[in-house]
């Protein structure tokens, strides 16, 4: 176990990108933040936007409620998806790094096991990663909870600070359940990006990325038709059809009379029964297994010499 954790830390202090990106998102959002509370900028979902004059509505508790998850949950979604392209980068770049300045062979002369190696390395990408934008994005919403607060208690409210942690606690609880599930839901796509990266002396994104399109073409044009296209446009989606109910949409309107709002109990958002119960699910975790085993056997019988 200790020896795991180490393997952990080595690879979260040699690849700072991926706690730097998201603090650096982060920063953005709480300037953000400070832009809308003294009406430059406004935030919000789509059409639903908000500024200064929100402060002003005299919204009831749910309202105020609805309109901090309104800022809460698009932060959490922007933090999801960068640091998922960060993890693409990582996996694809991790194992072909280490190839490429010789310092397999020092590694290698460690008593660690490649399995535990490798293990390491998509354990940082499914948890440890994740793990730090949770952290990121918690410190984010807080900064960002105390501006919008401190906005709303001057003004004459003190529901912003009071609805604050609930609403915190909710979009943080979406936010890590949305990574669980598209950790899972992507785990053969980063388990391949991990073989590319085991397997290729040069050139890892067009390894990673023409072999599946050659597949497409071919299949395409032998057989006329497009499974593996969808198959694989379905596994990019990230699962999120499956993993949450979508009845977010349309909760929250404004109004030349105000905001008329509310946001859905999590209880309603989530669906992890219907997301575990997927055949595509545990399908693309045997193939996430294939690829995972293939990489361990490519760097352990690899002749990096």
Do not use: C
């Not at 603090?23 to 919000?44: D, E, H, N, Y």
């Not at 936010?175 to 890892?204: C, D, E, M, N, Q």
């Not at 023409?210 to 499974?227: D, M, N, R, S, W």
């Not at 029964?273 to 085993?293: I, K």
């Amino acid at each position: 176990m200790n020896q795991m954790i180490t393997l952990l830390r080595r690879e979260l202090a040699e690849h700072p990108a991926s706690w730097m990106v998201p603090a650096v998102l982060g920063g953005l959002f709480v300037a953000a933040a400070l832009l809308a509370v003294f009406g430059i900028a406004r935030v919000g979902i789509d059409e639903v936007q908000f500024g200064s004059e929100v402060f002003a509505e005299g919204l009831d508790p749910a309202a105020i409620h609805a309109v901090l998850m309104v800022i809460f949950v698009p932060i959490a979604l922007v933090f999801a998806l960068v640091i998922s392209t960060v993890i693409a980068f990582y996996l694809l770049d991790t194992l072909y790094a280490e190839r490429k300045d010789r310092s397999i062979l020092f590694w290698k002369s460690l008593p660690v096991s490649d399995l535990k190696t490798v293990g390491s390395k998509y354990l940082t990408a499914f948890a440890a990663m994740p793990l730090q934008t949770i952290v990121l994005f918690v410190a984010t919403a807080v900064l960002v909870w105390l501006i919008v607060g401190t906005a709303g208690a001057v003004a004459g409210t003190g529901q912003f600070l009071l609805q604050g942690p609930w609403a915190l606690a909710q979009a943080a609880i979406l936010l890590t359940y949305g990574l669980i599930a598209l950790g899972l839901w992507l785990a053969p796509l980063y388990a391949w990006l991990l073989l590319v990266s085991a397997f290729a002396k040069r050139a890892v994104l067009a390894w990673a990325t023409l072999p599946p399109l050659l597949l497409i073409v071919a299949e395409q044009t032998l057989f006329g038709t497009k499974y593996f296209a969808i198959t694989l446009g379905q596994r990019l989606s990230g699962g999120l059809d499956l993993a949450f109910s979508g009845k977010s949409h349309g909760m929250i309107d404004a109004t030349e009379d105000g905001v008329s709002a509310f946001f859905p109990a999590l209880a309603d958002l989530l669906t992890p029964g219907r997301f575990l119960s997927s055949p595509a699910l545990w399908a693309g975790l045997v193939v996430a297994a294939v690829f995972f085993a293939g990489a361990v056997w490519l760097r352990r019988w690899r002749d990096e010499s």
